[in-house]
Structure formats: C-alpha cells, structure tokens
C-alpha cells in the first residue's frame, strides 16, 4: 500500500515527502511515540517540538555500491508529519533515540499532570 505524498508550497523539499508509519502509545508517565523511518540517519532527522506541536522532518539517503546497478528508478521520497501536542507534555524532558531506521520518542507528562494517590486520614 503506497503512503500519501504531499507536495505543498509549505515543503522546502526539492522530493516528494510521505508520513512515516507511527504507534502512539500511552504509559502511565507520558507518551511514547515510535516512528518508522527507513533509510533515516540520526544525521538527517529533524525533530522539531513547540508548545502544541510535534514535528518530524527525514531525509532518506540511497546509497548505491560501487559496481551495482540501480533496478529501482525513481524518486525518492522524505518523511514528514506533524502532530498536535496536549499542554500536558513536558517539552523540556523529552527524548529521542534511533535504531535501524525506528525512531522512538519519549512525551513524558508534566507532574502536575500525572495521577497521585491521595492517602486518607482517620479523624
């Protein structure tokens, strides 16, 4: 199944761009949000974060060994999505980390944020 491209005068791209494949899953101390991105170095990975909003920006790379030849013609195409973000994450502590093309990152939550057990007192 082929992903959207999107080719709107907002893109700097000089290729098409896709939206990566994403999990979104809630943990009991934020959101993690993990992305797969093939062909995506740490090199070329934006991740751009503001209040409300999360953006992540791939350049793919192709590389070519000497004395191959390309069966594949085409254009490549980048990955691009953003995505809205609740006032509860806390923008000052989250984390990103790639392996193999999945990047994984880290929304905690803001104390204020998270559940509390209140204890009750006998009066």
Do not use: C, W
């Not at 490549?76 to 953003?82: F, K, P």
């Not at 989250?94 to 559940?115: F, Y």
């Amino acid at each position: 199944m082929a992903l959207p491209t999107t080719t709107t005068a907002e893109n700097l791209h000089d290729r098409p761009t896709v939206a990566p494949r994403v999990d979104i899953v809630e943990t009991s101390t934020g959101v993690r949000l993990i992305a797969d991105m093939p062909g995506v170095s740490p090199d070329s990975l934006d991740v751009d974060i503001e209040p409300g909003q999360l953006r992540l920006t791939g350049r793919r790379s192709r590389t070519i060994p000497e004395g191959a030849v390309e069966l594949l013609g085409g254009r490549l195409a980048d990955y691009e999505r953003t995505f809205a973000l609740s006032d509860d994450v806390d923008l000052e502590h989250v984390t990103a980390s790639m392996s193999d093309g999945v990047l994984t990152l880290e929304l905690p939550k803001h104390a204020r944020s998270q559940p509390r057990r209140i204890s009750v007192q006998r009066a």
